[in-house]
């Protein structure tokens, strides 16, 4: 008997991307699914093109994010879940393509003592169909490898048992940049290797927005930055956990340059985000690291002059 999947996918004025998406959960060799698409506010003809799909396969189901979960891809991430009806739960983007093995792999491979399954897949360009292999070998440890960066699972790569997502946090709504590096780093912090598995076989494609990532890349927002400090908090705290020095100073580096960011941006209210939430947790690492953070962050904040000498001092204190 196959067990059902439930493949969540939220959505934002995508239509002229959509459509591709859903055609290919359409072509999925393993058959017994469902398709939940969250809508979260569109005002394009979203809501057609999805009426299309039910009338002819009752396995899409169609949902209007409602207004007790925030606006945003979390709040309509979170809502798919509550509503799901499967065993299993892969969460994916509305302009990602599944190749037709995509669910049979890693469904395939799911055995009692797992938890999580991951996949690996092709960044793509859709302009010239060029194709960049994902390679997912693990050299030190799941955890370490993905927040380093090392390995780079995506949205759709990962197909959760649902028993072992329930009664967590899911997408977090202090985050609105990085969401599944902040999810998947709770899920995969100490997570043994017998809980998971990994299928190195490309089974989607993840779709490269290049002018958008490229413009996003040269646009400081002010709540992005506070959301890459969150996450690294969070992982230096992690760090502090397993005492490695490489997590600690990857994290902490990283924080840092958010910081530096901020003031080069006249950005005040996230200067003192990160030094309001950051200090609590460097004094318990140490306080004398602590004092010399906050002591030159804030010189740097208000003279030009400080700003370069603290930047090279704090870079080598961790």
């Not at 004025?13 to 998406?21: E, K, Q, V």
């Not at 709540?223 to 908090?233: H, L, M, P, Q, T």
């Not at 600690?248 to 990160?274: C, M, P, Q, W």
Request: with cysteine.
């Amino acid at each position: 008997m196959q067990l059902l999947v439930s493949i969540i996918i939220p959505t934002f004025n995508r239509a002229y991307l959509l459509n591709d998406t859903l055609q290919s959960v359409c072509m999925q060799t393993y058959e017994n699914w469902e398709c939940i698409v969250v809508d979260d506010g569109s005002t394009d003809n979203t809501a057609q093109i999805i009426e299309q799909f039910i009338s002819k396969d009752n396995r899409f189901k169609y949902h209007k994010r409602p207004e007790n979960y925030k606006a945003g891809g979390n709040g309509a991430r979170n809502y798919g879940f509550e509503v799901s009806k499967g065993e299993y739960i892969n969460w994916f983007d509305d302009d990602d393509i599944m190749l037709p093995h995509f669910l049979k792999d890693k469904i395939e491979v799911f055995k009692n003592e797992l938890v999580l399954v991951i996949s690996s897949g092709y960044y793509w360009n859709p302009k010239n169909n060029e194709k960049v292999i994902i390679d997912l070998a693990i050299k030190n440890t799941l955890y370490q490898d993905y927040t380093l960066w090392q390995t780079h699972i995506l949205t759709p790569s990962i197909l959760f048992r649902k028993h072992f997502l329930q009664g967590k946090d899911l997408f977090s709504d202090k985050v609105l940049r990085g969401q599944e590096t902040e999810l998947f780093s709770r899920l995969f912090f100490q997570l043994p290797t017998s809980r998971f598995f990994i299928v190195n076989k490309p089974s989607f494609l993840y779709r490269q927005h290049e002018v958008t990532k490229s413009f996003q890349n040269k646009v400081y927002k002010s709540e992005f930055a506070k959301s890459r400090v969150y996450i690294n908090i969070e992982g230096f705290k992690r760090s502090v956990m397993l005492d490695n020095k490489l997590l600690l100073r990857y994290a902490y580096r990283g924080i840092l340059k958010s910081l530096f960011l901020s003031i080069k941006n006249h950005d005040t209210d996230n200067v003192e985000y990160v030094l309001n939430n950051f200090s609590p947790v460097l004094i318990r690492y140490n306080r004398f690291v602590n004092y010399q953070f906050n002591v030159l962050g804030k010189l740097a904040s208000k003279s030009k002059i400080f700003y370069e000498f603290s930047i090279r001092y704090l870079w080598r204190l961790i």
